[in-house]
Nanobody, 126 residues
Framework: QAQLVESGGGLVQAGGSLRLSCTTS????????MGWFRQAPGKERDFVAAISGSGGRTYYTDSVKGRFTISRDNAKNTVYLQMNSLKPEDTAVYYCAAQSPALGVITITPRNYNYWGQGTQVTVSS
């Protein structure tokens, strides 16, 4: 069955960088919008970034614009989230997700994403 597996999380000091990876298997996600979400303890799961199937369109939540970059390599079945200038408030479990191409546009609502990974912890110390 379809699987999304995140990796690359860890502990980093404020101002540091991490690159998250999401590797997919079990089906082709080339034409799916791929997104990253995050969830801090006691909070809802929030949208971070998304990228269209071709990689030509990206969208970010305001708090990460200019610091995070989403990209994808369909030949490697992998989506990336490069995170620079990390802040303590970026601390959360980060999830990779896939949105059905039937929607036609990038959305930021978790319920529109059909497939999810198990998450990877990112902790930013001050």
């Amino acid at each position: 069955q379809a699987q999304l597996v995140e990796s690359g999380g860890g502990l980093v000091q404020a101002g540091g960088s991490l690159r998250l990876s999401c590797t997919t298997s079990g089906r082709t996600f080339d034409n799916y919008v791929m997104g990253w979400f995050r969830q801090a303890p006691g909070k809802e799961r929030d949208f971070v970034a998304a990228i269209s199937g071709s990689g030509g369109r990206t969208y970010y939540t305001d708090s990460v614009k200019g610091r995070f970059t989403i990209s994808r390599d369909n030949a490697k079945n992998t989506v990336y989230l490069q995170m620079n200038s990390l802040k303590p408030e970026d601390t959360a479990v980060y999830y990779c997700a896939a949105q059905s191409p039937a929607l036609g546009v990038i959305t930021i609502t978790p319920r529109n994403y059909n497939y999810w990974g198990q998450g990877t912890q990112v902790t930013v110390s001050s």
